[in-house]
């Protein structure tokens, strides 16, 4: 089998991160104890995890015309992903946010983005690869997400959604899906309460996707053919939770389009997303496939 190719759609953005004893709450200076410039974004950080972990990734974006572009570009070129379906938008600004990071590895985001680039996707249909195995879409970029998803799905091909809140504007997204993945706020934002199994079976109900929700250091959660299952996550001493949930969707994506069962995949997913959260640095610690395999099989083997 040769490598398997993932189309994403969604954002792609530059993270100004800062390592911080505690989050600031007051207008004064404060010092980082570390810092660094890296691409982030739901679907650029997934992408670039596919890239890492062995697959081909093509990523449909919006960007300005501006340094930060040039900045996320090169970076994503340097990972070795596709963005020939990245449009910069001229007189636009594309987007960036300032991170800061705690001892305990939980973080502060504060992001920008221009609400004047245009939201349109008509252009990507006739850019599209004739061939991909399975297509990957945030709820940032709500016509976007469709339009990919809807021509993974045309070509029978898994069609994976990183539900994130807000879901209101991103139904479209989460209507194509044939594998939505929440986050456990994604998941409450959609049911509007906070029962996970409730609302997996509203989700269900509401979509006829296969459904998960993925919750940090708890377990996966899905609900397929009417039924519930668990999948353990690995416990790991969290340095940067960063991008995490982000290199998870990546990863479950890539390994759906190889053709894994999801249940093996969702474990793979938790892996590589584990290994992430040990290193600082955003979606720069994402591991490639053989250390993420050697994790599963060390852990399998202790469990």
């Known amino acids: 089998m040769g490598m398997a190719s993932v189309l994403v759609a969604g954002v792609a953005v530059i993270d100004f991160v800062f390592r911080v004893d505690e989050m600031p709450r007051r207008a ?20 670039v995890t596919v890239a890492r972990l062995g697959g081909r990734a093509v990523l449909a974006t919006r960007l300005g015309d ?26 636009k600004r594309s987007s960036f946010s300032s991170v800061f990071v705690d001892r305990q590895g939980e973080r502060q985001i504060v992001n920008y983005r221009d609400m004047g680039i245009s939201f349109d996707a008509d252009w990507i249909s006739g850019l599209l690869p004739d061939r991909f195995d399975a297509a990957l879409a945030d709820t940032r970029w709500p016509q976007g997400g469709p339009a990919v998803l809807n ?18 504007e991103a139904m479209a997204t989460i209507r194509a899906g044939t594998h939505i993945a929440f986050s456990r706020q994604g998941l409450r934002d959609f049911a509007g309460h906070d029962d996970m ?64 069962g999801e249940t093996d995949a969702i474990r793979l997913a938790n892996a590589v997303a584990a290994i992430k959260c040990t290193r600082f640095g ?3 610690g994402v591991p490639g496939r053989a250390e993420a395999e050697a994790f599963l099989r060390e852990r399998s083997a202790a469990a």
Not at 69 to 80: K, Q, T, Y
Request: hydrophobic share 50%.
């Open 66 to 91: 501006d340094a930060i572009a040039d900045m996320i570009l090169a970076d994503l070129g340097r990972e070795g992903v596709d963005c020939s379906l990245a449009r910069r938008f001229p007189g």
């Open 151 to 168: 021509a993974a799905r045309a070509r029978g091909k898994p069609a994976v959604v990183d539900a994130e809140a807000p879901i209101g």
């Open 282 to 284: 955003g979606r720069a």
């Open 197 to 260: 199994r409730a609302a997996l079976g509203q989700a269900t109900e509401a979509t006829g996707a296969w459904v998960c929700v993925t919750d940090g250091s708890a377990d996966v959660v899905f609900h397929a053919g009417g039924a519930f299952g668990t999948v353990p996550a690995f416990p790991v001493e969290a340095v940067d939770t960063l991008a995490a949930g982000d290199v998870w969707h990546g990863a479950f994506a890539l390994f759906l389009a190889e053709g894994m």
């Open 28 to 47: 004064e200076k404060y010092r980082a104890t570390d810092a660094d410039i890296v691409g982030g974004g739901g679907a650029a950080n997934a992408a």
